[in-house]
C-alpha cells in the first residue's frame, strides 16, 4: 500500500495509472512491477478503449509497463527548490522513479525551477500556473526521455539553459504561452533541434530577430498570437516545414515576400487583428499548401487579382471586418473555395462575379 499521501487510480480505457501524492511519495518498499502492463485487463467494449493512449508503454527491468501519471502538490511552506523534489527518492532501486511518464508539477506556487532527479522515462513535464520568472530549459540530472514541457501561466520573463546541466535536447513541444516575454534572445532554441510546436502566445514580444530561432530544424507548429509584434524581420525563414502559424493578435502593419517565402509547407496561416495595410501580391506565392487563411480585422482595402493564383487548396479564407469596397474578378477562380467571410467590410456592392470560382 502507498501512504495516506498517495491514491493511485488505474484507468482502464487508457491504459494507464493515474497518482496523486501531497508533499512526498513513499511506497512502503512496493517496486514498479506492479505497474507491469497486463494485456487482458481491458474493458469489455473495446469501443471505449483510447487505442493511442494504450499503444504508449514503458520499459523498464526488463518488462513493458503502463505509464504512470503523477500528480505531485507541494503543500510545504517556504520549500527550497533548489534541492530535488522529494518524488524522487528510490528505495533500493525498487522506487516508481523510473515509470513516470507524467510529472504534473503544476500550481505548487514554485519561484524557481525545481531540480528533478534522473528519470528515464518521464516524458512529460508541466511546470504551469507556478511564479517562475525564468524558463530553465535543462535539468542538473539527464532528463533523456522528455519530449513536452508546458510553462504556461507563470511570470517568466526570460529564457536559459544553465551552462553545466543538461539541456532537454529531445524536447518536441515547449509551451511558454501566458508569460511576460519581451523579447526572444538569438538562439536560444539552439539545442533543441527536434522541436516540432512552440507556443509563444500571449506575452509581450516586441520584435523578432533572423536569429530569434536559430537551431530549430523541424518546426512544425508555431503560436506567436497575442505579443506585439511590428514586423517579422526575416525571422521565419528556417520554417521550411512548418504547418501552422498564428500571427494574430499582434502590430503587424505590412507583410513582405521576404519573410514567407520559405513557408512552402504551410498549412494554416492566421493574420487575424493586426494593423495590416498592405501585401506584396505574391507574397503567397510558394505556399502551395495552404487550405485555411485568415485575415479578418485589418485595414486591408486591396486585393489583387492574382493574390490567391498559387493556392489550389485553399478552401478557407475569412477577409471579414476589413476596408474593403469590392473585390477583384475572379479572385478564387479554379479554386473548391468552402468558407469564405467579407461581412463588416465597405463594400458598395457583392456581385457573384466578383467572387467567381470559375
Known sequence: MFTEQCTVTFINNKCRYNMVCVNTLDNNNQGWNRFRHDPYNRPMNMDEVDMEAC????????????PVYLVFRHKIKDLDTSKPVP???DYGGQGIVNVIYSLDLSDNNYD???VLKSMQNLALLDLSKNQLTTAVLSNLYALNSLKEIDLSYNTISEIQVNT???PYSSLNKINLSHNYLVKIPDAVFDRFGYLETLDLSHNYIEGLSPFSFEGIKSLLHLNMSNNRLSDI??????????KVLSLSNNRIKNLKLV???????LEVLDLSSNAIQTFEFNLFQNM?????????NNVLDVLNKDTFTNLQYLSSIDLSR???KSLPKGLFKNKTVNTFSITDNLLEALCLEACSMV
Not at 233 to 242: G, I, P, T, V
Not at 259 to 265: A, I, P, R, S, T
Not at 288 to 296: A, E, G, I, K, V
Open 164 to 166: 553545466f546541466d543538461h
Open 259 to 265: 519573410d514567407f517565402e520559405k513557408l512552402n509547407k
Open 87 to 89: 518524488i524522487t527518492y
Open 112 to 114: 524557481y525551477t525545481p
Open 322 to 324: 476589413n476596408k474593403f
Open 233 to 242: 524581420n526575416s525571422s521565419l525563414f528556417r520554417f521550411s516545414e512548418l
Open 288 to 296: 502551395l499548401q495552404l487550405y485555411s487563411l485568415d485575415l479578418r
Open 55 to 66: 499503444s504508449r508503454h514503458i520499459t523498464y527491468g526488463g518488462y513493458e509497463l503502463d
